[in-house]
């Protein structure tokens, strides 16, 4: 088949050229579909540029969402048929369904499925769903890896409820906008979201289920903003990439029993949770790293006049 690799296996964009790889073969429990459309996301620039390494033995291919018809069918997929519409996710690990595995350092087996650049994929049949007719091709492919992700992080890790004030940061990114609408959709009072330009900004405010407040991080304190459309309540629910340098703001910008979901720390990671600001009265929130796989809880306390942060953690 053919697929898009990478020379030298990682480098510039200039890389990417269009070859030859194996047409894959569904094992027991998997489906092989002839993609379509695939998403670009920033995962997979990260990992061109050797900055994003996938797990050792798995497929150099990349791309992670995808959608397409259904080719062929492994044993025990009696749910799905050829010619089937589906979208999906590549990523992913199903202890029973794919027979390449790796070995993680930490011991654990990593079950590794090819990439999406490519024109077929084999991958376990729990990675697709049926493809809406009303969706092109390319709108199915830009659901699995930003909405998923987005569900995740709002519904079940930071547990939003109807009538619920968020904060969502890097709000123009894929996995933002999925967040600010998957947040309007579900019952949300306010959004709130962060960009760093005006443009951006105006454009969120102007989305069909878009954000209800907006700020600019660079330039304006975004925890004054959050208090300012909360009537002074803050945000149950804040879904942020940024970490350390955005912390200390967003303990401000919490809601008491506030429930942060950190999908990423591109300013760095936020250790020293000394460094948190004095609360007033009681607080506890709740922070929640999460991966394809898991959702970490850690629950933060801290109560005057001891100026203190206790932290425990628990897988869920």
Not at 33 to 55: C, H, S, T, W
């Amino acid at each position: 088949m053919r697929a898009i690799l990478i020379k030298d296996g990682k480098g510039p964009v200039e890389n990417l050229y269009l070859g030859e790889a194996a047409t894959p073969t569904p094992g027991p429990g998997q489906v092989l579909v002839k993609i379509k459309a695939f998403g670009l996301n920033r995962m997979d620039i990260l990992q061109r540029e050797g900055k994003y390494p996938p797990p050792v033995g798995s497929s150099s291919i990349l791309g992670v969402e995808f959608s397409g018809n259904i080719s062929a069918l492994g044993a025990d997929t009696s749910v799905w048929k050829v010619d089937d519409e589906v979208l999906g996710l590549a990523g992913g690990v199903s202890a029973s369904l794919h027979p390449r595995r790796t070995m993680r350092s930490d011991g654990a087996i990593m079950l590794v499925i090819q990439g999406a650049y490519a024109e077929y994929i084999a991958l376990p049949a729990s990675h697709i769903i049926r493809k809406p007719s009303q969706l092109s091709w390319a709108e199915a492919a830009s659901i699995p890896e930003a909405f998923l992700t987005a569900y995740q992080a709002l519904i079940l890790c930071a547990d939003l409820r109807k009538g619920g004030d968020v904060l969502v940061h890097a709000g123009a990114s894929g996995v933002g906008v999925s967040t600010i609408q998957l947040a309007r959709f579900f019952g949300a009072r306010t959004v709130t979201a962060t960009a760093s330009t005006q443009e951006k900004l105006d454009w969120l405010l102007s989305l069909p289920f878009g954000a209800t407040h907006v700020a600019n991080y660079k330039t304006e304190d975004f925890s004054e903003t959050v208090k300012k459309a909360t009537d002074d309540k803050g945000a149950d629910v804040l879904v942020d990439f940024v970490g350390k340098s955005h912390w200390k703001r967003n303990i401000e910008s919490l809601a008491i029993d506030g429930h942060m979901t950190m999908l990423a720390m591109l300013s760095g990671k936020t250790h020293h949770l000394e460094s948190m600001p004095t609360l007033t009265g009681w607080k506890a929130l709740r922070l929640t790293q999460t991966s394809h796989l898991f959702c970490t809880n850690g629950f933060v306390y801290k109560v005057p006049p001891f100026d203190r942060a206790l932290l425990h953690t628990k897988p869920t």
